[in-house]
């Protein structure tokens, strides 16, 4: 459910003040506003209708004229959609902005200076010339067999430098990510120097001992205080609607995510003088990630379209039951899985959809990547070029909210996954699937 927060990591221009194209802002929100809100709202419709009303008229009359924000907040409001602040991704894509120099905010690289000084990087680092780097939301990588999603990397190859980012909020890291990114990179850029921030709403330190010493772990004080660095500025250097934009980011940071020192101090307090009672609650804490899981199989292995080809503990693999008919699907270089395939893939607690190609028939493979190339939007990465092993070519949005986890035992909330879940096939996999079985002839039904 975070189309909008998507939508702004891909181009901040438009939250700042104005809603600068509202055909764009239709086409993000109109599969979100007709899919799983919809239909828990069916007696009565929310007040957003009115608004996707009013920007279809705008559309017709080919006019802007919707404030950003305000259109957010009606959204959000009552659909039981969690706040924006409570998002990883929101505040990884707002940061991925922030972070280029390139971005119509006009901060130039002031931004990503303040980041590098707050983090402690190298000197070199801190004092190259930034201005020509590039942000990538969501580094594809592929380690041991995992593939993984570094949050933000901004590259600097003109100066021989880069900067990692792995972001935190509600979430705590899983299954050796640094240390998988940190391979990673190396591999990529071993001739690049690297700066390597794990960072969340308190400073928090790599699971691992040794990870500790290749990456800095940063609380987003560090943010807050780059911002507050920037809005004090009096001399004109930044517009007034980004300056509003950036104290506004400032106080939802205060208000929701950078941590109060005293009550950090009250909570310790009273968990040491009831240790035992908070042990038990944590002990009976639901296992959400094992259970979602499980949910997903089920869900998917109950269809009659669908076949779950392997699975393990941290992804589902399944195609299309049509697709077991296609001669290239038996051609990937990896045991038992399909040249082309779905997973829901586990992420923390949460789960997304994607789909990509394995390495195999590189005659078929090429014809499926060309004819994604040239979707014009069908597809999330459509320019991901061709990877000897896994290549990802779209990823859903999380399945999970936070009104999921407040309610995980009542059977209303399994109703809802699954109504997430069948809403994801038959518009992502089925649209996925139509597509290719019109342009790759290999995979075009047979007749009968």
Known sequence: MSAPCVWVGASGKD?????????????????????????????????????????????????????????????????????????????????????????????????????????????????????????????????????GYLDILVLNEARQCLLAIENKIFSSEQGQQLTRYRSALANQYDELQRHQVFLSPAPTQPESADERKHWQAAGYAVVLDVLKELTDRQNGEIAEDVRAFLMQYATTLRRNIVPDSSAQKTARKVYLANRELFETILASRPDYRLELWKILKAAVGSREDMEVVASASGWVAFVPKQWLEVEAQGTSSFPDLPLATFHFIMSNDNAYLNFGLYGGDENVREKI??????????????????????????????????????????????????????????????????FIAQNVPEYKPKQV
């Open 15 to 147: 939250m700042m003040s104005t809603l600068k194209n509202s055909k764009e802002w239709y086409e993000v929100l109109q599969p979100l506003l007709s899919c799983e809100v919809a239909a828990a709202n069916q007696d009565t419709p929310p007040a957003w209708c009115h608004d996707l009303a009013r920007l279809e008229e705008l559309l017709a009359e080919r006019k802007d004229g919707i404030d950003a924000f305000d259109f957010i907040s009606r959204l959000y409001s009552g659909s039981g959609v969690p706040w924006l602040w409570s998002s990883e991704e929101f505040h990884s894509n707002l940061l991925a902005w922030l972070l280029d120099p390139n971005e119509n905010h006009g901060l130039g690289d002031r931004f990503l200076k303040g980041f590098l000084s707050k983090t402690c990087a190298p000197s070199e680092v801190q004092s190259a010339d930034w201005s020509q780097a590039t942000v990538i939301r969501e580094w594809e990588n592929y380690v041991g067999g995992q593939l």
């Open 369 to 434: 990547a060309a004819a994604i190339k040239e979707s014009h939007g069908e597809f999330g990465r459509p320019s991901t070029p061709l990877n000897t092993g896994w290549t990802n070519f779209h990823r859903s949005d999380y399945i999970l909210d936070g009104s999921h986890y407040s309610s995980w035992d009542e059977k209303e909330t399994r109703v809802r996954i699954n109504r997430k879940v069948a809403c994801l096939i038959e518009k992502d996999v089925r649209r996925i699937t139509n």
